[in-house]
């Protein structure tokens, strides 16, 4: 017997629960199973981790849907416009998805028609007061923190011994000097970070749709960001220590000031965020 819509992934797991989580109403489920379905959403094409389990799972469907979530677009742009792997999406997947759209025209470039769809956050924030005291919000975690600039930040606390500098998620909480550490936060006990802090920064080497500067942003606050251009985020692809430290004392002197809220942000990012656009996404699929 045919299922109706199900999500799989092969590295990006936490974002295709998410999106099955979203589409509960029209009986959406996460499954890695190549077995018969009427739509499959691919969350990621990661040929290098068990592609071929993929393509099978992906022809048992009798409609099917790629949602690249970045890093898969990378590994597809090393093998190539001309690739095997290119080819077989082209030739067996009905629809192709963007996170946004400078995804989409990367893809555009491989020769993979795509159209823009946003992947919901885990869930709608809503705008919140301002903490007491300013404070900077850094996701970096301990095991990958020459990939998330650790080094940019740490330089750019030293320049700023009078801003708290919130670093999450960590292996255990401390405060050395201006660095607090905060450890790993729930994902539905994020409101309590973003609480706490009065901007977000999130220094990279490379990034698929990340969910913190959107979540943020939803919640009012300024985001630094500095690997490719977000709506409403501001955007710093040259970002040193000097240039991080000089755009967190403007904000918090805009802050200071009665400014420095991201409104337009909280409410962009809100509807871009609504699951009903995603549930539409998913009907029109079927509909077709």
Known sequence: MNRGVEISSHGCEWAAKNMAGHLKTLGARFSKKAEPCELKIMVGWYFMNGGALMRREMEAAKKRVVWYVGTDILWLEQAGKNSAEV??????????????????????????????????????????????EFAVGVYCYNSRQDFYGWNLVKKAAQLTPDV?????????????????????VAPNDMEMLYEQISVHARIVA????????MEAAMCGRPVIYNHQPM???????QITPETLAERVLK???????????????SLFWKEANDPSRLINEVLNVNAR
């Open 164 to 184: 708290l500098w919130k670093i999450y998620p960590r292996y255990s909480n401390c405060r050395n000097g201006n660095i607090e550490e905060i450890k790993r």
């Open 206 to 213: 490379s990034d698929g749709m990340p969910q913190g500067p």
């Open 251 to 265: 904000i918090r002197d805009l802050q200071a000031e009665g400014a420095g809220y991201n409104y337009e942000g």
């Open 231 to 237: 709506p409403h985020v501001m955007w710093f692809p």
């Open 87 to 132: 080819r077989w999406l082209l030739e067996n997947v009905h629809e192709h998805w963007a996170e946004w759209e400078p995804s989409r025209q990367r893809l555009e470039r491989l020769g993979i028609p795509a159209r823009v769809v946003h992947m919901p956050t885990r869930r709608l924030y809503k705008p919140l007061p301002l903490p007491r």
